[in-house]
């Protein structure tokens, strides 16, 4: 079955993301380019659908945030016709409706997964993460999502850091919840360098009794994050994830830049390996870590 050329997802970010990726895959290797549907994109996008690529490389436009440009019926009247060869068009955003979305040959809706959705989805992020689909995992995720997709996803990226290690089933609560949930303040001063905020951060999670086990994976799965927006912008690729997110990954990982994202990890890793050899305890490591940063201007 060919590649659908026009497509349209909205709801759930998460599911959104997981559409539009799996409808990229299906385009294969192309050019992309991402516009944004609440800037003045409109000139811009008729633009590149009324042309070919000079030679003839495929094309992806990606329209974020697409909920107000697919009522345009200027554009409708442009997707009338017919798409220039090679070029794959999709619409993402929040609740979108209108002719630009009749238009698309796949137009799909995705309400948050509740129950035995959310339960399929917490299976299926297991399984794509190489990681066994046991119950008492999969409810501990549940548990530890609180109902919601994109932290879910988080989790199972925080549980995938321990592939390969053999964990005893009772340790696995204390690497995936946090007394007062996910830690995102402490993080984002990390990641804009802003060294005293990320230090008063930390100590009020301490204080507060949030686990520093699961803390300091979750900052080195932050790192990772930030390393892997700037690789997949430098690559021409679209990072993963919504776009607030990607917005702010970004930021953060230009401010550092590629050497230093890798010393950090570098660091990250050793201070890992002191903490599994006993030397070192995880709230040291983390004020270790968080001391020794430097704060980080625009690069």
């Known amino acids: ?12 970010p998460l599911l ?26 409109l000139d811009r996008l008729i633009g590149e659908l009324g042309s070919a690529d000079l030679f003839g490389e495929p094309r992806v436009i990606i329209v974020r945030r697409a909920d107000r440009l697919v009522g345009e019926e200027r554009l409708a009247r442009v997707l009338a016709k017919e ?38 989805l917490a299976c299926e992020l297991l399984a794509e993460a190489d990681l066994p689909r046991l119950p008492f995992v999969v409810d501990l995720l549940l548990h530890a999502a609180a109902g919601d997709p994109l932290r879910l996803a988080q989790e199972v990226a925080k549980l995938s850091l321990w592939k390969g290690e053999r964990l005893p089933p009772d340790r696995l609560p204390r690497l995936l919840f946090f007394t007062l949930g996910t830690p995102y303040a402490y993080l984002d001063a990390v990641g804009k360098g802003e060294i005293p905020a990320a230090l008063a951060e930390l100590r009020t999670l301490l204080a507060a009794g949030a686990n520093p086990l699961a803390l300091f994976f979750a900052l080195v799965g932050h790192v990772r994050a930030l390393l892997a927006a700037l690789a997949a912008m430098e690559d021409g690729r679209e990072p993963a994830g919504p776009t607030w997110l990607v917005r702010r990954r970004l930021d953060q990982a230009k401010r550092w830049g590629e050497g230093r994202l890798v010393a950090l990890l570098a660091s990250l890793q050793e201070l890992d390996l002191r903490i599994k050899t006993g030397q070192l305890s995880p709230e040291a490591a983390l004020h270790q870590f968080t001391l020794s940063l430097t704060p980080v201007g625009r690069g």
Do not use: H, N, S
Not at 1 to 12: N, S
Not at 91 to 97: D, P
């Open 83 to 120: 798409l220039p060869p090679g070029v794959g068009l999709a619409f993402v955003g929040e609740a979108l409706k209108g002719p630009v979305v009749r238009r698309a040959e796949e137009a799909r809706f995705f309400p948050t997964p509740t129950g035995r959705a959310l339960q399929a």
């Open 16 to 41: 959104v993301e997981r559409a539009l990726a799996r409808a990229l895959a299906a385009w294969g290797p192309a050019q992309r380019v991402v516009l944004f549907g609440d800037d003045p994109c």
């Open 1 to 12: 079955m060919a590649p659908r050329r026009i497509v349209a997802y909205w709801g759930d």
